[in-house]
């Protein structure tokens, strides 16, 4: 194990095991290296690592300290790496969507008001109105988001907007089957809206379910190149 590997395990341990709380300011370097048996280097660079995950937050002038540790917060941290799978890696955790959406959604129409009926028909409206495949990548989002934060359990919100964020990657909007595949997901959006707009979370979860199923066969068909925006969450 390197000096930085040893360093960062320690640092996590603490942490883990609550010696270090949320929120507490963590040890001078001088005692944090002397206890981990780590030089100022190889601490300073763990500490970057677990800043770059979200569990510590340096603050300058005043020392650093270990995050607010709020689930979605740590989290979100996982596009670092989720974002260097390659499509095959993606495919593998379409199941785990299919299940999680489907949860979500459900929830969303056991707890949807009349407000998140209106943004959801909102953003379909403005889905089927654009010619931009990017405008409706982000608008397509920003739909499957409302459902998550209405569903109420922002750790999840926060993990399917890591894996969704990945699949925008692809580009399947912009191919030339592209207006035709616009065309399925804008009918399987109002499906899905329909149902939570009517409290129905068994036809919300099975509409959800279908539609990411429906975008893991456009991806494993079609296999686009990685590009910037356009792709159906």
Known sequence: ??????????????????????????????????????????????????AALGVLEPRHGSGTYVSPLQPED???SLSLTLELL???????????????????????????????????????????????PAEASDLDHRFHAEIARTGGNPALASLLAVFRSRSRKYQVFTLPEGPDLRHKSDEDH?????AIADRDPGAAAGAAEAHVA???????????????????S
């Open 86 to 132: 390659p499509l095959s890696g993606l495919l593998e955790m379409y199941e785990i969507r299919r299940v999680l959406e489907a949860h979500v959604a459900a929830k969303a129409a056991a707890r949807r008001t009349p407000e998140t009926v209106e943004t959801l028909f909102a953003l379909i409206e403005a889905m089927e109105a654009t010619d931009d």
């Open 214 to 232: 429906q975008t893991e066969r456009w991806l494993r068909a079609l296999m686009p190149p990685v590009e910037e925006g356009g792709a159906p």
């Open 190 to 194: 109002r499906v899905l809206a329909t």
């Open 74 to 76: 740590v989290i979100g």
């Open 1 to 50: 194990m390197s000096a930085v590997d040893k360093a960062f395990h320690g640092l996590r341990h603490m942490i883990g095991t609550g010696r270090l709380g949320a929120g507490e300011r963590i040890p001078p370097e001088a005692d944090l290296c002397a206890e981990l048996g780590v030089s100022r280097g190889s601490l300073r660079e763990a500490v970057r690592m677990l």
